[in-house]
């Protein structure tokens, strides 16, 4: 069976994974979008215009295994997630003292596990194929200490090492592993007082998104493995 090539991108109801979806689903390519919120998703695909037949939106929780093997086993045997963007996160930006034991376990469960998981899912296929790309989009916490964030860093720096061990174990397989590391981009994650106080200082997820798809461009034998941006003036502490 021919399987048509999709890209899958995690966390796409606002946001970089929004941005992203959008962006490459403008350059042709077939997006399977996914999030909690698909109403979100189906909202702004509604307001797309021509290019909205190639975002397909689907409800996954990365915190439910379950979840993610009904996903994919709902569309593997129609697509080759030739491509896998891990965008999902969350944060409590809480001091370590008052992050409860559930917080903790959430926000490891979708920025590390969860991700963990849907690279499990993609990974024998593209092996298969000879053929693949895995995008995490981390965070400047895995670079900067910062405080407020210590679960969030933990599993942010988690994948990050998760994914440059497995980059070692598949370039024989044309596999490329690519980790993006965004400083404070203006998206819902932030509080609405912060934001209110540092947008213009923050970058916007549709530059983000436009030179990833750049990155993701790039079809000769070379690959950015680790790229860092941030805002021109820096940091927000």
Known sequence: MNLKKAIWITGASSGIGKA???????????????????????????????????????????????????????????????TLINNAG???????LDDSLEDIKKIIEVNLLGAIYSIKKVLPKMIEMN?????????VVTQKIFSGSSAYSAAKSGLLAYSNSLREE????????????????????????VLEKYSHRMMSP???????????????????????IRPIEGDLN
């Open 90 to 96: 969350i944060s409590s930006f809480k001091n370590a």
């Open 131 to 139: 053929n693949g790309t895995i995008i995490n989009i981390l965070s």
């Open 170 to 193: 598949v370039r024989k397989n044309n596999i490329r592993v690519i980790n993006v590391i965004p400083g404070a981009t203006k998206t819902p994650i932030w509080d609405s007082k």
């Open 20 to 82: 992203l979806t959008l962006e490459f689903a403008r350059n042709g390519e077939i997006v399977i979008a996914t999030s909690r919120r698909v109403n979100l998703i189906e909202n702004y695909k509604q307001e797309f215009g021509d290019n909205s037949l190639n975002i397909i939106p689907e409800e996954v929780n990365l915190a439910d295994l379950n979840s993610i093997e009904n996903f994919y086993n709902k569309y593997s045997g129609k697509y080759f997630f030739n």
């Open 206 to 228: 549709e530059d983000i998104a436009k030179l990833i798809y750049q990155i993701y461009s790039i079809k000769n034998n070379i690959v950015t493995e680790e790229i860092v």
